[in-house]
């Protein structure tokens, strides 16, 4: 274990100590804004008033507290999986349980706004924990909604329109968290206002549910459902 640092801020008084929020706090700022290359131990150091040492302390290099961010900034997908795919929830309190779980860290606004940011520089700078992202973070949540769905519609877990519902689903939460800015500048009280995220929630879980139905409806409709040239057929 590495030495504790000599300041009296940075020694450890709960499980989640001032100076730690303030690294994870300060890490979140920059390693958004300039990369994970262009970014060193020591600028996170001084932006979170905390010694070098620190670092090594909580979490023992660079590479450790990047992950952190991706594990620790607003929680890990593995309890809302388990939350929104236990038994006994009709597919409604499934759905609403999944977008309360994604959306809650929309409240933190800034915070949230720099963890978009942060998850654009991995994909377009990717580093090893790319992929550690992709299967905790991505295959997993959408492989458990596969599942949810595909029982629900009575299909086999692997048909490739479950997936697309799956997608589009995620989809409704995906580009609330990657507007922001966007809906920031153009109607900044859907997410600011008292009960904005709580409004959201409601929302997209009544759009999910279209989607299904619409997928159902698909279903038993009689005929293909698109032309032989890829094109929608005819209302």
């Not at 593995?78 to 977008?99: C, D, H, K, N």
Request: aromatic share 8%.
């Amino acid at each position: 274990m590495a030495r504790a640092p000599s300041t009296d801020d940075t020694a450890p008084t709960d499980a989640l100590p001032p100076a730690r929020e303030r690294l994870l706090r300060a890490a979140l700022r920059l390693f958004a804004e300039h990369g994970y290359a262009k970014t060193s131990i020591r600028a996170i150091a001084q932006a979170a008033q905390a010694n070098v040492a620190a670092v090594s302390y909580y979490f023992g290099d660079k590479a450790a507290l990047y992950a952190a961010l991706f594990s620790e900034s607003f929680g890990q997908m593995q309890p809302l999986i388990e939350a929104f795919t236990r038994e006994g929830l009709s597919l409604r309190e499934a759905l609403q349980v999944y977008f309360e779980g994604v959306l809650e860290p929309l409240q933190h606004g800034e915070m949230a706004r720099q963890y978009v940011r942060l998850h654009i520089r991995e994909a377009l700078e990717p580093t090893s924990q790319w992929e550690v992202e992709l299967e905790r973070d991505v295959r997993r949540p959408h492989e458990a909604l596969a599942r949810l769905l595909a029982a629900h519609l009575g299909a086999p877990v692997d048909d490739d329109d479950v997936h697309r519902l799956v997608f589009s689903i995620t989809g409704l939460a995906f580009q609330v968290w990657c507007q922001q800015e966007v809906v920031g500048a153009l109607r900044p009280q859907l997410l600011t206002a008292p009960g904005a995220v709580p409004a959201w929630t409601a929302r997209l879980t009544e759009y999910a549910l279209a989607l299904v139905a619409a997928e159902a409806a698909l279903r038993r409709a009689p005929g293909p459902l698109s032309g032989a040239d890829g094109a929608a057929p005819a209302p």
